[in-house]
């Protein structure tokens, strides 16, 4: 993805920027078939008597290009200073403008944890749209199981109903998903932060041409409103409202946790997605208090990005 930049003038400010920042064990990931892994101009000269050819010249002045991959990167390099094993990607998008911006290297992959339980209740929407049907009632509890409580038994049977991971892959392949790979063990299903900034696009954009239908976003965006009171962590920290899920994962071969949050927020009247993954840190609160000021530091960098 090549980096964009945003150009002020007096009249007009284009704005785009990429931007990516890299995950209790019961809600965090299931690994199918095994145990929980406990593991950013000069003005011409005018003649006194114009002319055709000493016309006055409309004089043009640019302030400095900024780059708002290198803020993001400034603002988060004091709370990464102490991070030690950690390492973290962030993807943000303001929803309202357009302005992106990204930090922790764009192909960097990330276990997903439960974050994915998102990206398979989408692919559950799409099959169930292909088939022109809703979906029926026990598929319905599950997926508020599923999304709401992150229930990892859930989210095994709904994977399962979509075909399995090769599934996924082939539903995130219409989604614009394009560097995440699917695990039969869902949790460890591969992802970078913009990739999850695109399927949280297709969930929450307006555009009336996406895969999933109007219908579809809303029945996902609602149960992302409404996960439980221990769950609202992450992402969350960066607004007023949120809509959001939320992964956490400990590696048994090292004792480090995965620690991802992704959703939508809101903040000063202005709608931002947020993406952001982590993994090595040392515990899990540890990781959520990083996550949440990772999220703070990006959202604010490109709310006054779109601002200038």
């Known amino acids: 993805m090549p980096r964009h930049r945003v150009r002020r003038s007096a009249l007009s400010a284009t704005v785009a920027a990429a931007v990516v920042l890299a995950g209790s064990a019961a809600g965090g990931a299931w690994l199918a078939g095994r145990s929980p892994d406990h593991a950013p101009a000069a003005a011409a000269s005018v003649s006194s008597v114009p002319s055709a050819a000493t016309a006055p010249v409309a004089a043009t002045s640019e302030e400095p290009v900024v780059d708002l991959d290198a803020e993001l990167a400034g603002a988060l390099e004091p709370l990464l200073a ?17 302005t992106r911006a990204v930090y922790g290297g764009e192909d960097a992959t990330y276990d997903t944890a439960s974050i994915v339980k998102v990206d398979i209740l989408a692919a559950l929407l799409l099959r169930a749209q292909d088939e022109g049907r809703v979906l029926t009632a026990g598929e319905r509890a599950q997926a508020v199981a599923m999304i709401e409580r992150s229930d990892n038994e859930a ?3 709904l994977l399962a109903a979509v075909g399995g991971a090769s599934a996924l ?18 949790g460890l299903t591969r992802t970078t932060a913009a990739d999850q900034l695109t399927l ?42 949120w809509a959001l899920k939320n992964g956490w994962m400990p590696r ?12 939508q927020v809101t903040a000063d009247g202005r709608t931002y997605l947020v993406a952001v993954l982590s993994g090595g ?18 959202v604010k960098v490109v709310r006054t990005g779109a601002a200038g």
Do not use: C, H
Request: charged share 15%.
């Open 82 to 98: 102490g991070s030690g094993t950690a390492a973290v990607s962030v993807a943000v998008l303001d929803g309202t403008g357009g």
């Open 155 to 157: 989210a095994t049977a």
């Open 169 to 186: 892959d082939a539903a995130n392949e219409r989604l614009g998903l394009t560097t995440t790979t699917a695990a039969p063990a869902w």
């Open 200 to 241: 949280l696009e297709a969930v929450f954009g307006t555009d009336p041409d996406t895969e999933l239908s109007q219908a579809s976003r809303t029945y996902l965006r609602g149960l992302m409103a409404r996960v439980e009171a221990d769950q609202q962590w992450g992402v969350s920290a960066a607004g007023s409202t």
């Open 252 to 263: 048994t071969a090292t004792g480090l946790w995965n620690i991802n949050s992704i959703g």
């Open 281 to 298: 840190q040392p515990t899990k609160e540890a990781g959520v208090a990083l996550v949440e000021a990772v999220a703070k530091a990006a």
